[in-house]
């Protein structure tokens, strides 16, 4: 099954690797949002999201994969700030910490994949730490 994901990154590189893991697993990107703003944007159509925490507009990742949840978009997030999500975000599946090699970012995208067709049992790759299930 196919998704479309959203990739909220403001580091052109970070995202271009991103987009490449995504579409090499048979997802669409859907585009490359920078901010709240742009993130806003692109996020009718996203099944799912990679999310930053600090963007182009400040740390405001922790409150998009919060919007982003409650529209029913299964959210990861990859940040080199972990800390700054606290326990965890309300409605969204964890976090993995940067820097990420491609074999963990690609078993990063297959898990949020897997949880969103609603595969039960998956497991999360070593270094994705994960979020207290929470109902919005």
Known sequence: ?????LIVEDQPIIAMGLE???EALGHHSIGVARNRAEATLLAATADMAL????LDDG??????????AIADITVLFMTSDPGALGAGVKGTLGV?????LDLEVVKAIQYVAD?????????????LRTFPVTKQ
Do not use: S
């Not at 099954?1 to 994901?5: D, G, K, L, P, S």
């Open 51 to 54: 999310v930053d925490v600090n």
């Open 59 to 68: 740390p405001t990742g922790p409150g998009i994969g919060r919007d982003l």
């Open 96 to 100: 993995m910490e940067k820097p990420i």
């Open 115 to 127: 949880r969103r067709a609603g595969i039960e049992g998956t497991c999360p790759p070593d270094r």
């Open 1 to 5: 099954m196919a998704f479309n994901v």
């Open 20 to 22: 490449d893991a995504v």
